[in-house]
């Protein structure tokens, strides 16, 4: 069972159903038992960061030590952007810190909030963008972006006038600033590479 | 490269899809759910689901219609038509709607905006304009509120401009001169509000052939197009318009 974090921010209802959709079994939830009991955690959200982390409260300790455990999680757009240390979106914020990284305004001269489907790159070694060919438009909608210094996080680009993180993988940490529920087909492959990344580090364990 | 977007944009009335010619005689299109999920298959980039009763009763079928359509479609959708509150604008994202668009509750309560913007983030929350041609100032347009029916002495531009210095993600800018005519997008409004703000525009009112989106794009600058009747009633596919305007240079996701 993979848990979606529920806490309060939109969006969360799409992440499910599109879960759903490719067949899988999910449960939105923000009970502590179904954080510990759950084969992979999905951070969804749309909100403000600041409104987030404020809105995740307690569970924010537990989903970073089930994560740190081994347990499979993705963050999506704000949630995938708590997975760093800090963001200065309305003031100054602390993340989870799981990723080396602070989250900060795309900067000035072009378009903002980087809205629409962008192309991006996807490296070859990582697993969360696996299936869907060398380079693939996803849909982004954001104004700030996180800038990674982490060496040990393989990082998917996009160009907006820079080369932009679109995507991270750190061990069993994984994020993408884009909405894979809501980048039609390429998403949907995402979430089940999610999803079959979950069912095998369960057989494992 | 961000590409431009292609946005089909449902009238939705007593849960059906409408079309009007100058926000007035109504002509059905067929159900919201499965018009929806037919553009999202053909390849739409995004979609705008307008309640145009935006009656309290109509509240509750547009919640449900949200709900529906984000069970069976995979891309983002706006949706807008009389929301009024933080609530309500919460209610619809929790629903399943990327983003939601706000018009005369904007205009009668700015802060609106900046409330939204700071709980959900701007990327959410969309300013619609409904704007006309002034009669009294030459080169200059009015927002209209109420669905149109009501001028206000508000200039577009500045509007505009004032959107989004409160948090307004984006500008859905519908002409209503040239609503449901086909005969083309009013650029220099395009222009005059793309100049003026720094968010993404999505130009609306006046698509009839493909000429006139990619007009939008590079007269008016564009991000985004909105359309209606052309693609309702079968003129042309979203393919067909991709294929177009990437022959001509247009970024587009294809």
Redesign the interface.
Known sequence: MIVVIDYN??????VC??FR?IGCDVELSCAPEAVENATGIVLPG????G?AVSALGALAEQIKEVALRGKPLLGIC?GYQMLFDTSS??GQHNGLGLIEGSVVPIP?GR?????????VKLPEDMELLAGIGSEK?F?????FYAETSDRHAKVAYT??GFNMPASVQKMNIYGTQF?P?????A??KILQNFYDICKREALTC | ?????IIPCLDVKDNRVVKGINFLNLRDAGDPVELGARY?DMGA??LVFLDITATIRSRKTIVELV?KV??NV???FTVGGGIQTVEQI?EL???????VSVNTAAVANPELLSES????????VVLAIDARRSKEKPGKWQVCIKAGSEPTDIDVVEWAAKGEELGA??ILLTSMDADGTKAGYDNELNKAVTDAV???VIASGGAGTLEHLYDAIVDGGA??VLMASITHFGNYTIRNIKEYLREKDIAV?L
């Open positions: 921010v939109g969006n969360v209802k799409s159903n599109a959709h749309v909100a403000a960061f409104y704000v979106e309305y000035a378009v903002i909030p980087h809205m629409g489907w962008n192309l438009h849909y982004f909608a954001h104004s160009d907006y909405h529920e809501k980048s039609g087909e998403g949907l | 490269m961000l590409t431009r977007r999202s980039d995004e709900e984000a069970e995979f891309i983002p919460d994202l929790r629903s399943g709607a990327e983003k913007a700071q709980r959900f983030g701007n990327q959410c993600g984006e720094n968010i993404p991000d985004a996701n």
